[in-house]
């Protein structure tokens, strides 16, 4: 079973619009999250962590963490073109195991 | 920003070949992963590293060695490459943390 799940797989949004994307943990071991970034021919790269319960907002990047129920999600206002990508909700361990989900397909139409 | 190169960027071989993927990071990470990343699945773990000599299993760890020589060197090792292991192969470094990772720009890996 996949550890991490991530949904939606694919979200559309208009340019200047908001987009949720939502990601669940199964293993309690794994309470440490990142949300990384894609973009097509390159690697991912980090865009924020949350380790406590509650909002975290980093310019127009919001993540929300929900311990108990080891739920997490990433809100971007004002979505722009360069936003669209592949996005990846990342969980870890105290033993510094990070594991991945499958991702969500971002298109923000201009 | 961290620094993390692979090479090759572009590796074709046949089934039954032996190949090995390299990783080099300059920032003094104590953390190395390998990953590999495939359409429906996501980034999946093959091996970590704590430190030279060290080395941790992943979820997909069948068919794959690694080895980490030196704090800045990680080798990922297909002895017998098969069809299923073509993929896009990423390896990241951190330095424990946050433990935010930093990847390598991939290499793509086709065994035929």
């Known amino acids: 079973q996949q550890k991490v799940q991530q949904s939606p797989e694919s979200l559309s949004v208009p340019e200047g619009g908001m987009a949720s994307l939502n990601c669940t943990s199964s293993?309690?071991?794994?309470?440490y999250f990142w949300w990384y970034r894609q973009h097509s021919g390159e690697g991912p790269k980090a865009l924020m962590s949350i380790f406590s319960d509650g909002d975290k907002k980093e310019g127009r990047f919001t993540a929300h963490l929900n311990k108990a129920s080891l739920h997490v999600s990433l809100h971007i206002r004002d979505s722009q073109p360069s936003d669209s990508a592949l996005y990846f909700c990342?969980?870890?361990?105290?033993?510094?195991?990070?594991?991945f989900g499958k991702g969500t397909h971002l298109h923000v139409l201009p | 920003e961290a620094a993390v190169t692979q090479s090759p960027r572009n590796k074709v071989t046949v089934t039954g070949g032996n190949v090995t993927l390299s990783c080099r990071q300059t920032n003094s990470h104590n953390y190395m992963y390998w990953y590999r990343q495939d359409t429906g699945h996501g980034l999946r773990l093959i091996h970590y590293s704590y430190g030279a000599g060290n080395l941790q299993i992943g979820d997909v760890p069948d068919g794959y060695k690694a080895t980490r020589t030196t704090q800045e060197d990680f080798f990922l090792l297909l002895e017998l490459a098969s069809p299923s292991q073509t993929s896009l192969y990423f390896c990241?470094?951190?330095?424990?943390?946050?433990?935010?990772?930093?990847f390598g720009a991939g290499t793509r890996l086709s065994v035929l």
């Open positions: 990241a470094s951190s330095d424990g943390g946050e433990n935010t990772l930093y």
């Open positions: 293993d309690r071991n794994f309470q």
């Open positions: 990342a969980s870890g361990t105290n033993a510094y195991k990070v594991i």
